[in-house]
């Protein structure tokens, strides 16, 4: 492919050649890329064969998040989270050493420490990563789904312009990644008004039914509280993994 820096420039096809107009300016080409019955069946694109399907796999799992986690996704301004989900997912993946290559699984690579670390703490939002800091203590049990925090302080916080609350919310996840299949409950919301004093409290979402690991990721939200609450779309709003078994 080259950038046409002279004076001919066409749209289209000429001869050999196409041209289209984009954004950095008139492209010329020659036809080609991958023919897809080759793809599927020479034997000099099998590790084309086992990219693509490692690939499907976490696809798959990252549209599962991106499903279930969609309303709180929506309010995190990244324009490209689903792809951060899946560099993650294939991250994941990429520690299972058991399997040969067409055959790794996310699932798998979850049972090493490698895979474990990259999922603990995960961060849905690329901007923010939510340490506990400033809170006396908390304690996740996900054996009854449940997350309790005790002194929160509000002045820990850097709320938005015009926002003066936070919501929190606990989301237990059901997720198999061997299926893939993944359901969610999540508990009421707590809110924590900006001058509120130093506050505990307790997030109980119960635990959904089903096969696979629970992950729990916790949501806070900066909004105005009023006869509506109104979520404020922002870079600093949380959403985490806190714990997964």
């Known amino acids: 492919m080259a950038k046409n820096i002279g004076i001919i420039k066409f749209t289209g096809k000429l001869g050999g050649l196409s041209g289209r107009d984009t954004a950095f300016g008139n492209v010329i080409q020659t036809p080609g890329g991958f023919k897809s019955d080759r793809v599927k069946n020479d034997p000099i ?4 064969r086992q990219l693509y399907t490692e690939f499907g796999r976490c696809a798959k799992i990252a549209s599962r998040f991106r499903q279930q986690l969609l309303p709180y996704l929506k309010l995190l301004p990244d324009p490209y989270v689903y792809n951060h989900i899946q560099k993650r997912m294939a ?12 055959q790794r ?13 990259l999922l603990e703490h995960f961060s849905f939002n690329r901007s923010q990563q939510f340490y506990f800091g400033g ?38 996840m059901r997720v198999d990644f061997e299926q893939p299949f993944a359901v969610l409950q999540s508990s009421c919301y707590s809110f924590i008004e900006k001058n509120d004093p130093v506050t505990s409290l307790v997030l109980e979402a119960g635990i959904p039914a089903g096969e696979g690991i629970l992950i729990a990721v916790l ?7 009023g006869k509506e609450i109104f979520w404020k779309k922002s870079a600093k709003n949380v959403l985490q993994v806190v714990g997964f078994e």
């Open 105 to 117: 699984t996310v699932g798998k690579g979850l049972v090493t420490v490698a895979g474990k670390a």
């Open 45 to 48: 694109y099998e590790q084309t």
């Open 219 to 225: 949501f806070i939200g900066y909004c105005n509280l």
């Open 135 to 172: 809170i006396g203590s908390h304690h996740l049990d996900l054996d009854n789904g449940s997350l309790s925090i005790r002194e929160l302080q509000p002045a820990q916080f850097n709320f938005p312009d015009r926002s003066d609350a936070i919501g929190l919310q606990l989301l237990i």
């Open 91 to 102: 991250a994941i993946k990429d520690c299972d050493a058991d399997s040969s290559k067409g």
